[in-house]
């Protein structure tokens, strides 16, 4: 394998970013190609079907492009509807994200836990999955929130979020039965992580935030273990499927070396 060879980073949006800095620290010589599927933003509005159709396809023009050694699907609603196919479908290792509800179920001491991600995330089967799998014991609350998403972006092109909007999202989770007593909310979307300082403004004292970032992270270093990089600093790629104004204006904030259209 060439050493220019990128990772592959694949998102509706920028939230995948919060996958990326946590692997920048770890691969900091690492070529990395972010893909954000602005024509498809946000996947959390729309039907299993779509996202199932979509990501494999997008990936698989993606991947003829770049040629990348490996792919990260750095969402979780896309990991927890299309990932079987993915890797299906492609010849390249395939990592994806999915809610935290493991290391959140150590975490809590009062053993009520909430999930907060977009709509499509938090009515999977897999996430009924993990919650029975890893927390057993615990009451898991959800709450899909595509405000949270809008917010984030916006947040990474300049403007500042509104508390009162994060405030409320929040509520989506401590309204319900059991929800004063929560104690750990998982971030199950990408987006969300980048909204830290916001969402631990407007929580109850105590409350932590756990999300995959870090652990998928480490399993992207392990899976490269080994393999050259290119000498120097990485010339990374933002793509867009869409690249209009809004996209322009994420650009230069986010300041990749090369943008992109597919």
């Given at each position: 394998m ?8 694949f998102?509706?949006?920028?939230g995948?970013?919060s996958?990326?800095?946590p692997?920048?620290a ?26 199932a159709?979509?990501?494999p396809?997008?990936l ?19 990991s ?15 990592v ?6 493991k ?30 799998r890893?927390?057993?014991?615990c ?15 916006a ?33 199950a ?38 393999q ?5 600093v ?16 994420l ?6 070396a ?5």
């Open positions: 060439s050493d220019t060879a990128p990772i592959l980073f998102d509706s949006g920028v995948g970013l996958v990326v800095a692997t920048r770890l691969l900091p010589g690492a070529p990395i190609v972010y893909a954000a599927d602005s024509a498809g933003f946000p996947y959390g509005t729309r039907s299993e079907a779509e996202i159709a979509r990501v396809a997008l698989g023009r993606l991947v003829e492009r770049y040629r990348p050694r490996l792919v990260v699907i750095a969402c979780n609603t896309a927890t509807i299309a990932l079987p196919a993915v890797r299906a479908a492609l010849d390249v290792p395939v994806g994200t999915v809610p935290a509800i290391p959140a179920a150590l975490l809590s001491r009062t053993r009520v836990i909430g999930v907060l991600g977009t709509e499509a995330t938090v009515r999977q089967p897999y996430v009924d999955d993990l919650a029975a890893f927390a057993g014991d009451i898991v609350l959800r709450h899909g929130s595509a405000a949270l998403v809008t917010l984030a972006e947040k990474l092109a300049g403007d500042v979020p509104d508390a009162g909007a994060v405030r409320r999202e929040l509520d989506g989770l401590f309204s319900q039965e059991h929800g004063a007593r929560l104690d750990v909310i998982v971030n979307c990408t987006h969300f992580p980048l909204l830290e300082a916001e969402l631990a403004a407007v929580a109850p004292p105590g409350l932590r935030f756990v999300d995959g970032g870090p652990g998928i992270a480490r399993r992207i270093a392990f899976l490269t273990e080994g050259e990089w290119p000498a120097g990485p010339r990374d790629v933002l793509v867009f499927t869409r690249l209009g104004e809004a996209e322009r204006r650009a230069a904030a986010l300041r990749f090369r943008v992109e259209a597919l």
